[in-house]
């Protein structure tokens, strides 16, 4: 089996949404992009950062799902990163609440000695320095490097966001942060932009509006599957990266075409993610139910024109 290696937080989270509202649950980037790829037949390891207020049962879903959690550092007398946010009734926007780093202020990624040499590696959302010294960690190339990130990084950290940019074969952002990166309005130009910053392809991620992959002059888009109820779409995005890069880490093809059919596949997990609370949902799925709605996918977006 091919190897995913992932770096993201793994967190507690509080959410407010129109629906409802939780107490601390498990969050964090890596925990959803982890649980997403466990959808897939490969070998997995998440890099992050704990306190050891983290629930061990919590650690032990984790490897229930086959995920490596040596790369887990658990910190004596730490407290693990928390958010907490609250969604507006259109559930597109949201007000960050609570942010408390913790341990996080002070992470030093290891990766494990047996995903030095993961085939793809996956750069959640996290200061680009971190991202960076994943990458100097590798102790051969992997076929492809996806990094995730935001605007706070752009405000914050613009110059090692660019160092590590370059370094990296895909990034995936939202439709406002490409703009942010670019400087453009128009999304074509914005990823057309970000290419000649180093990635090969360019992944604009639009919500429930679907998401669109830019690679020299082609572009392919993916709709977001219309859902009766969005219940909280809180990881959604990670979710959504998961199904990418664990799509593309089983079936070894990273060409375009096969990009194509990665998106779809993160596109479909990432609907599932929405419809409970944090990663309620993910925690139940089942295999039968990830094919039959790739298959609403596939009626979805399938047809003949004729000419």
């Known amino acids: 089996m091919n190897k995913l290696l992932i770096v993201g937080t793994v967190a507690f989270d509080a959410i407010e949404t129109p629906f409802g509202k939780t107490d601390k649950i498990l969050g964090g980037a890596g925990t959803y992009i982890g649980l997403s790829a466990a959808n897939f ?12 207020d983290f629930p061990q049962e919590y650690l032990d879903l984790l490897t229930s799902r086959n995920i490596d959690i040596s790369g887990i550092e658990v910190v004596k007398g730490g407290k693990t990163f928390f958010w907490s946010g609250k969604y507006h009734n259109d559930m597109n926007s949201r007000d960050t609440l609570v942010t408390e780093l913790n341990v996080l202020a002070d992470f030093n990624p ?12 996956m750069l959640g959302n ?11 960690q590798m102790t051969s190339k992997p076929k492809l490097v996806v990094l995730d990130t935001m605007n706070f990084w752009m405000d914050c950290a613009l110059e090692d966001l660019l160092n590590v940019i370059k370094r990296v074969d895909v990034i995936t952002i939202n439709d406002e942060e490409a703009r942010q990166l670019s400087g453009e309005y128009s999304l ?5 932009k970000i290419q000649t910053m180093g990635p090969k392809y360019v992944v604009i991620k639009k919500g429930e509006h679907g998401a669109l992959i830019f690679h020299k002059n082609e572009v392919f888009f993916a709709p977001a599957l219309p ?8 990881g959604a995005g990670d979710t959504f990266a998961g199904g990418f890069a664990g ?16 998106i779809i596949h993160g596109s479909n997990l990432a609907s599932f993610c929405v419809e409970k609370f944090g990663t ?5 799925l089942t295999k039968e139910e990830v094919v039959s709605r790739l298959k609403q996918f596939k009626s979805l977006t399938q047809y003949d024109i004729s000419l």
């Open 126 to 136: 996290l200061h680009p320095m971190v991202q960076s010294s994943v990458l100097d």
């Open 41 to 52: 037949n490969l070998q997995s390891a998440i890099v992050s950062i704990v306190g050891d």
């Open 110 to 121: 290891v990766v494990p000695q047996n995903f030095k040499d993961a085939d793809v590696v």
């Open 227 to 234: 859902l009766e109820e969005v219940f909280d779409p809180t």
């Open 188 to 192: 074509v130009k914005a990823a057309a």
């Open 247 to 262: 799509y593309l880490t089983q079936t070894d093809n990273i060409t375009f075409e096969n990009m194509k059919n990665a």
């Open 280 to 284: 309620e949902r993910m925690l139940t």
